[in-house]
């Protein structure tokens, strides 16, 4: 009986490994996340009071991949800005859509890459603006939205924060700059098209003048959030992004899918 009963804690001595780990990781339940995010189409927007969007489907899937209970009604949207400190501040939030650059780099946990994309400087064909480098575009007045990656790189390159016009939200932004506001406007090139489309522009009428940086759209998990979380989130995106669900969304939205296409 002894021998039985010897035999039978190490088989659980044995199994408890597996159970608690997994890949070296504790096999802890997925925290409460706080998911705040912006309106930023095409990734995540509202349409008629619904939330909408290729990271916000992404977001879904991802949650309901690691085992959490949260779904899309828990996606707080928020101005850029306020949801970008919080992003900075509180554990346990996952803030998206996140452009990497090397400066935000230390202040996240990155998930990802998930879209490539391009930060740039756009204006009306029709004032014939040139620019070679941010030098280029002294005393234009140019439109961003407050805290946004575009308005982050013109500052670190030195543009005069004077001649920004910083705006809370991008439909704001792209509302001014149609009524010739300002000069310019330096945004993500696929949201910014995006919203001009939106607004029943013709994208002929616009060009791009100057490319600020060639990057990637990621998640971005708070630096105070636990490291197997970021671990189970990548994981899971990993696997995501091999699956035909991937391709099925990413058919959606044909400027993402282009986007991704032209990587390849």
């Not at 199994?15 to 409460?32: H, N, R, S, T």
């Not at 309106?39 to 509202?46: K, L």
């Not at 554990?91 to 490539?116: A, C, D, M, S």
């Not at 740039?120 to 805290?147: C, F, H, P, Q, Y």
């Amino acid at each position: 009986m002894r021998a039985l009963i010897l035999t039978l804690l190490c088989c659980i001595w044995l199994a408890l490994p597996v159970y608690a780990k997994v890949d070296g990781e504790p096999a802890q339940p997925m925290p409460e996340l706080e998911l705040l995010t912006e309106d930023y189409a095409p990734y995540n927007y509202r349409d008629a009071g619904e939330l909408k969007g290729f990271s916000v489907e992404l977001v879904e899937e991802l949650l309901t991949m690691t085992g959490s209970a949260q779904r899309r009604d828990d996606i707080q949207v928020l101005p850029w800005a306020r949801a970008y400190q919080l992003g900075l501040l509180r554990p346990n939030t996952l803030l998206f859509t996140l452009t990497y650059t090397e400066q935000r780099e230390p202040l996240f946990r990155w998930i990802g890459p998930l879209i490539p994309t391009k930060v740039v400087v756009i204006a009306k064909r029709s004032m014939d603006l040139r620019a070679r480098s941010v030098e280029d575009l002294r005393g234009l007045v140019i439109g961003t939205v407050a805290e946004d990656v575009g308005e982050q790189l013109l500052l670190e390159k030195g543009f005069a924060v004077r001649n920004l016009v910083s705006e809370a939200s991008p439909q704001e932004m792209m509302k001014q700059f149609k009524r010739n506001r300002y000069n310019a406007v330096a945004y993500s090139d696929i949201s910014a098209y995006w919203y001009l489309r939106d607004m029943g522009e013709d994208l002929q009428d616009y060009q791009v003048m100057l490319v600020l940086q060639e990057s990637h759209q990621y998640f971005g998990l708070s630096r105070q959030t636990p490291q197997y979380v970021e671990t189970r989130l990548q994981q899971a995106l990993d696997e995501l992004q091999q699956s035909d669900r991937y391709q099925q969304l990413l058919g959606e939205y044909p400027a993402i899918q282009h986007a991704v296409a032209a990587q390849q």
